[in-house]
């Protein structure tokens, strides 16, 4: 359904809303459609146009203000932040969403922090033999 600002929150998506939330105003956000000092739908607004919880958004603005996509300034809302690091925090961020998606895959099949850890290591140390073997993707 969209909700506010063109956010489009589905029930049936895997991911929790907040999650949700998060990943589409960061996608905005990369693709210039929220340009830096784009005002946010209040808490409240997006809370009521989604009927989810004032919890579920404020986690998500939370999330986003962790990774440096927004700025909340108290009393006049939150806006798409002025930074240079941003892509570099959205990337983070998504990194980090990808992350608990492998965790809670991860739980599902009874791997253990330790096998996971394993893994990710094999994956990571896979990743950095191609780049290394194709200098020229790692600047694509």
């Excluded at 063109?6 to 210039?32: E, H, N, T, W």
């Excluded at 946010?40 to 958004?57: G, Y």
């Excluded at 850890?117 to 200098?135: E, G, M, S, Y």
Aim: no cysteine; net charge neutral; glycine share 8%.
């Amino acid at each position: 359904m969209p909700v506010g600002d063109g956010l489009f929150l589905s029930a049936s998506d895997s991911r929790p809303m907040y999650q949700q939330i998060v990943d589409q105003v960061a996608a905005k956000v990369a693709a210039g459609d929220w340009p830096a000092g784009h005002a946010l739908p209040s808490i409240r607004e997006l809370a009521s146009a989604s009927q989810v919880s004032v919890i579920t958004v404020k986690r998500a603005y939370l999330e986003l203000e962790r990774a440096g996509v927004i700025v909340t300034r108290h009393g006049k809302g939150s806006f798409v932040a002025e930074t240079q690091e941003l892509p570099k925090a959205l990337l983070r961020a998504d990194l980090e969403g990808r992350l608990r998606e492998v965790a809670r895959a991860a739980a599902r099949l009874g791997v253990g922090i330790d096998e996971l850890k394993r893994l990710l290591v094999a994956a990571h140390d896979d990743q950095a033999f191609h780049t290394a073997a194709r200098p020229e993707e790692a600047t694509r």
